[in-house]
């Protein structure tokens, strides 16, 4: 049986070996460097406060949309007084609809008086 002693005796490292190791090691060292830069104290703290601001603004967002699309509330409890207020916003609006109304009336002769002068120059 071979003893542990005997196999290392044996064993032919190649020479440069240990330099090769010692190089490969290093340039993986180099390579976590790279891939670590930027993980400080500063990027972490930046990262929890920009976690922060966004969940602050998920919120106010699903805030807004809950007060936005709230179903109205009655504002009279009294029937007749909202009846009341109907009939005097109605009214508002036939006050104000009027007087475009009466322009429109007049506007309408004068077309057709115009379509009629010129029918009568083309037809006849």
Do not use: H
């Not at 090769?20 to 990262?47: C, F, Q």
């Amino acid at each position: 049986m071979k003893t542990k002693t005997d196999i290392e005796e044996k064993t032919v490292v190649p020479g440069g070996l240990k330099q090769e190791l010692s190089d490969m090691i290093d340039s993986m060292d180099a390579a976590e460097k790279i891939l670590t830069y930027g993980k400080g104290p500063a990027r972490r703290i930046m990262n929890c406060i920009m976690g922060a601001a966004a969940g602050i603004v998920l919120i106010a967002g699903i805030w807004t949309a809950v007060e936005t699309f709230r179903t109205p509330k009655d504002t009279f409890t009294d029937p007749q007084a909202a009846y009341a207020e109907v009939e005097k916003a109605l009214a508002s609006i036939s006050e104000k609809i009027a007087p475009g109304l009466d322009k429109a009336a007049k506007a309408e002769q004068t077309l057709d008086r115009n379509m009629e002068m010129v029918k009568s120059l083309y037809l006849d």
